[in-house]
């Protein structure tokens, strides 16, 4: 079988893909390993920019019934209980079995093919050293299948961008791990009722944060990670976190009851690597296109997806697959400004994490925060806003914060 585009993985950025291709009346094909619908551990927290740089519409969105529940506070907890909402933009936050099969139906109805339970085990070369294909394994047993582009978007435990020389196996820094659950019994009120709940606190997420995302009719996705601890069981941590005195009060006694949990990896370092090769293109959490702050990489692996799927569009017009030509996705992501987003928010968080005591800085990063509105509107962007920021951060931003928040948070070595 022959195919203009292969895409392996029909997560959030293989699914833009297919549909960006197939509405170009492009033939393309997207596997998927998991047994559809599958829902991917996630907080399936939506960014708002999602919605205003065109990527999803939000009122078929909501007209689908996809959206769970809108939120437009950021509310942050520091360790010394310290407490801020900022008003936001506000993120949508969606069940992810729900929102993935939404993104697969769009690519679907535009002519897109989606096989799943299929898994992408290699790729193919041709004798000029090109992707040509790839061998899958599926209910037909193993296969192979031709490709002019193969675009990997089969996430963070991908492979096949390894295989394919784009970038080098992760490294232990390079992920934090995460538990995440969704439950019934949540029972609090407005304001936090409509806030993204971040709370910062070494006890419950080493190196990095617990969430609680509210969600509709009493329940929510709740969260930690870990990074940079070989810690094993990260879902130990997480109900350690719902055990704590001011968690408690947000849930029902009598209701609250976990009813899915899992526990997953999350790319945090940024993008590693080239994202393109000849033959072969890679997008989303498979090169690490995930904000290094808050680990928000739907924004980016919707984007990514597309920008992709149009490069492939225009390689395909001209029958030249090089990474000459590739290299144009390359090119558009870093254009849009990902990659100087990535940065300073690596930047950012390495300020906090790496000031040796994570709850002292957060503790001054919060303090700070209080002192002006300004400040507090700056860390709500920094936040919630991550990847929008990217390529617009206004430079007197950088300079207040080099100048005035980093030597805060080292100055707690
Ligand atoms: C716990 C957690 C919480 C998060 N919370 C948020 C949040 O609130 N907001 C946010 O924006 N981001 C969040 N993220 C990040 C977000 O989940 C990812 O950035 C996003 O899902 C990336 O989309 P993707 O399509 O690149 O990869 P994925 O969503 O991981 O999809 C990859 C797909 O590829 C398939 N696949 C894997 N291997 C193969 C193979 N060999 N062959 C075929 N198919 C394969 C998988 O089954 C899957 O369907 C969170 C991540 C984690 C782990």
Not at 131 to 141: A, M, N, Q, R, Y
Request: overall charge neutral; some cysteine; aromatic content about 10%.
């Amino acid at each position: 079988m022959i195919y203009d585009v292969v895409i392996s993985g029909a997560g959030p950025a293989g699914a833009m893909a297919a549909r960006v291709l197939a509405e170009a009346g492009i033939k393309v094909i997207a596997f998927d390993k998991a047994k559809l619908p599958w829902r991917k551990p996630c907080g399936g927290g939506v960014p708002e920019h999602v919605f205003s740089e065109g990527l999803l519409d939000y009122n078929e969105f909501k007209k689908n019934k996809i959206i769970d529940k809108d939120t437009k506070n950021l509310y942050l907890r520091a360790p010394s209980g310290k407490e801020l909402v900022i008003e936001t933009p506000g993120e949508t936050v969606v069940d992810r079995k729900i929102f993935d099969q939404y993104l697969r139906d769009k690519a679907t109805d535009a002519g897109a093919e989606i096989q799943d339970q299929t898994s992408v085990r290699d790729l193919i070369r041709n004798q000029d050293g090109f992707v040509s294909g790839v061998k899958i394994k599926g209910p037909g047993g193993i296969q192979e299948i031709s490709s002019k582009i193969l675009i990997v978007a089969d996430g963070v435990g991908s492979k096949l961008v390894v295989k394919g020389g784009l970038r080098k196996k992760w490294l232990a820094t390079d992920y934090a791990i995460c538990a995440v659950a969704l439950i019934e019994g949540y029972i609090e009120q407005p304001p936090l009722s409509d806030s993204m709940q971040i709370y910062i606190d070494e006890n419950v997420a080493p190196n990095s944060y617990a969430w609680l995302f509210p969600m509709a009719n009493n329940r929510a996705n709740i969260g930690i990670g870990i990074w940079k601890k070989s810690e094993k069981r990260p879902m130990e941590f997480l109900i350690r976190l719902t055990e704590q005195p001011f968690f408690k009060k947000k849930l029902d006694e009598t209701k609250f009851k976990i009813f899915w949990k899992s526990s997953y990896p999350i790319p945090i370092q940024g993008v590693k690597g080239r994202t393109y090769g000849d033959g072969i293109m890679g997008v989303g959490d498979a090169m690490g296109f995930v904000a290094p702050i808050i680990g928000e990489g739907i924004f980016s692996a919707l984007l990514t997806g597309k920008l992709a799927a149009e490069t492939a569009i225009k390689a395909l017009e001209i029958g030249d697959y090089s990474k000459a030509v590739l290299k144009e996705y390359q090119k558009s992501w870093v254009k849009y400004g990902l990659k100087e987003g990535y940065n300073f928010q690596r930047m950012m968080r390495d300020g906090i994490v790496e000031g040796g005591n994570i709850n002292e800085s957060f503790n001054k990063l919060i303090d700070w925060a209080l002192e002006d509105e300004y400040n507090k509107n700056l860390l709500g962007e920094l936040f919630v806003s991550g990847t929008s920021l990217a390529g617009n951060i206004p430079p007197e931003l950088i300079k207040k914060l080099g100048e005035e928040l980093i030597p805060k948070l080292s100055s707690s070595k």
